[in-house]
């Protein structure tokens, strides 16, 4: 029996490997993987939800061909080391450029698989680097402990199966607030 293989964009460590889709070099190569820089970082707990607010670089340059437009983009965080605590994809889609930049809306939360990120910006800049951010009042996951938390983004057009995947992580230390949250840098 053939050992399995990592399905990527199901958020499943389908290998058992212990990564998880764009952690994976199964869905995204090194030669596709970038660092990111973690500008912004806020989880603050909600009962069983978290509010968060991310804010990254992406890429300095290299990724400005990204284009969420034919491009599922993924969310994902969890403690360095551990299982996965959150797991969120914006489908292609659902997203508009509007004002030089890609934007995602949902706060309505109709798109299931967002997990309550209600807004996602990507911005390409001029100079090739590209930004991120992620906006949610009540996302789908328990804040973890303060620590060390992997941040990683993905993008995936489904139309050229892995090849094409791209993405940026970047493990960050996060620091507790005085009211329980957790902020990086």
């Known amino acids: 029996m053939p050992p399995p293989r990592d399905i990527c964009g199901n958020c499943i460590d389908d290998d058992g490997n212990g990564l998880t889709d764009f952690e994976d070099p199964a869905c995204c190569m090194q030669s596709q993987a970038f660092t990111m820089t973690v500008t912004r970082g806020l989880l ?19 990724l400005a061909d990204v284009n969420p437009l034919k491009q599922d983009v993924f969310v994902q965080i969890r403690p360095a080391g551990g299982a996965d605590v ?27 698989s967002a997990k309550g990120i209600s807004d996602i910006r990507v911005q390409v800049r001029p ?23 992997q941040v990683t983004v ?4 489904p139309a050229t199966a892995e090849t094409g995947n ?20």
Do not use: I
């Not at 994809?89 to 299931?112: E, I, L, N, S, T």
């Not at 949610?136 to 060390?148: D, L, M, Y």
């Not at 791209?166 to 840098?185: D, I, K, V, W």
């Open 44 to 62: 603050r707990p909600r009962g069983a939800t978290t509010r968060l607010k991310l804010k990254s670089l992406l890429a300095k340059a290299g």
């Open 154 to 157: 993905g993008f995936r057009d």
């Open 86 to 112: 959150f797991c969120a994809k914006a489908p292609a889609d659902k997203f508009m450029k509007m004002h030089g930049a890609f934007k995602f809306w949902d706060r309505q939360h109709r798109v299931a």
């Open 127 to 149: 100079d090739g680097s590209v930004r991120f951010s992620a906006v949610g009042k009540r996302v789908e996951f328990t804040t973890p402990q303060s620590g060390t938390l």
């Open 166 to 185: 791209r993405c940026s992580t970047q493990t960050q230390a996060f620091r507790t607030g005085r009211q329980g949250q957790l902020l990086a840098p």
